[in-house]
């Protein structure tokens, strides 16, 4: 029998909110521009939550754009939260260069960054 799959919700618990926060991360934590966006983070100890902070300017788009922006960085994040190796806050900052571009070449640019900042999980490749 299998175990069951995990829950791949993005609550509000899992929200970075308060001005403070993001703050915090980027004076404290680490940053990372990797293709149309820039990641900032800051880990955080065992038995923390994981939470996500997204940032997208007027540079961006118009509202539609920056909102379609957001939308694409949130899911990305939701599809591969429990492949981080530890619990971070996370800030994702879309650039200009975002508007546009399919879900594939965010989802790209996103792991790749996380992967530059070391923080995804080592996945260990299965010979046949």
């Known amino acids: ?48 939550p994981t939470r996500l902070g997204v940032v997208a300017g007027a540079k961006v788009g118009g509202s539609v754009v920056r909102s379609r922006v957001k939308r694409l960085l949130r899911e990305s994040f939701r599809l591969h939260q429990f492949d981080l190796n530890g619990p971070v806050d996370l800030v994702l900052v879309a650039r200009p260069s975002i508007a546009g571009k399919p879900y594939s070449v965010v989802e790209r640019d996103f792991l790749s ?14 010979q046949l």
């Open 1 to 48: 029998m299998t175990p069951p799959a995990q829950r791949r919700g993005f609550g509000r618990d899992q929200r970075i909110k308060h001005g403070r926060d993001f703050s915090r991360v980027r004076e404290q934590g680490g940053r990372l521009a990797c293709g149309c966006l820039v990641a900032n983070w800051l880990r955080l100890p065992l038995g923390s």
């Open 113 to 126: 960054a996380l992967r530059r900042a070391g923080l995804l999980q080592q996945v260990q490749q299965v």
